[in-house]
T-cell receptor, first 112, second 114 residues
Framework: DAKTTQPNSMESNEEEPVHLPCNHS???????IHWYRQLPSQGPEYVIH?????VNNRMASLAIAEDRKSSTLILHRATLRDAAVYYC?????????????WGAGTKLIIKP | DSGVTQTPKHLITATGQRVTLRCSPR?????VYWYQQSLDQGLQFLIQ???????AKGNILERFSAQQFPDLHSELNLSSLELGDSALYFC?????????????FGEGSRLTVL
């Protein structure tokens, strides 16, 4: 699986948008971009995933660069409950298993 | 609530001992995955089962073993425990064995080895 690079931590103010970047320069054509988050003392939680086009769901938006070498998770209006570690992961859809290689993620700090 | 249930939530034991962690996947999910998360680290994939059969193996120590039963619940057995085995152990499930879909994680079992 290709690797991803994320900043170690980011800070944002409550009720403001947050843009979490992820670089994946060695992404292959069959790699999906997945985002999970892990709130303190909880298991990881799926946020969103996409392949080429930008994606929106009730939790967030995923903006994927045209060359797919980077992506950005967008939280439109951060709340204190969004404080978590956010993981950007590549998942090869051609794999028959689902190992997922997890990096250290980005710790998002929300200031009230 | 993800629908994935893990027991026990907390476990404290001594070095050299053996423990069993249990996972009940979401109803209908055929795949179960086990992950280890040490303090302030990312998740390390241990092993995946699909419909009772081992599907993929990651960095799982020989002292660790797992199985998935006919009712699809899974157990992770950790033996000859060492201090370094202290970690959070997460179970996740998914409807099938691959593809691009999401994983559903349990709340984890926190193992402390003294």
């Amino acid at each position: 699986d290709a690797k991803t690079t994320q900043p170690n931590s980011m800070e944002s103010n409550e009720e403001e948008p947050v843009h979490l970047p992820c670089n994946h320069s060695t992404i292959s054509g069959t790699d999906y971009i997945h985002w999970y988050r892990q709130l303190p003392s909880q298991g990881p939680e799926y946020v969103i995933h996409g392949l080429t086009s930008n994606v929106n769901n009730r939790m967030a938006s995923l903006a994927i660069a045209e060359d797919r070498k980077s992506s950005t998770l967008i939280l439109h209006r951060a709340t204190l409950r969004d404080a978590a570690v956010y993981y950007c992961i590549l998942r090869d859809s051609m794999d028959s298993n689902y190992q997922l290689i997890w990096g250290a993620g980005t710790k998002l700090i929300i200031k009230p | 609530d993800s629908g994935v249930t893990q027991t026990p939530k907390h476990l404290i034991t001594a070095t050299g001992q053996r423990v069993t962690l249990r996972c009940s996947p979401r109803s209908g999910d055929l795949s179960v995955y086990w992950y280890q998360q040490s303090l302030d680290q990312g998740l390390q994939f241990l092993i995946q089962y699909y419909n009772g059969e081992e599907r993929a193996k990651g960095n799982i120590l020989e002292r660790f073993s797992a199985q998935q039963f006919p009712d699809l619940h899974s157990e992770l057995n950790l033996s000859s425990l060492e201090l370094g085995d202290s970690a959070l152990y997460f179970c996740a499930s998914s409807p099938n064995g691959g593809g691009a879909g999401e994983l559903f994680f349990g709340e984890g079992s926190r193992l402390t080895v003294l």
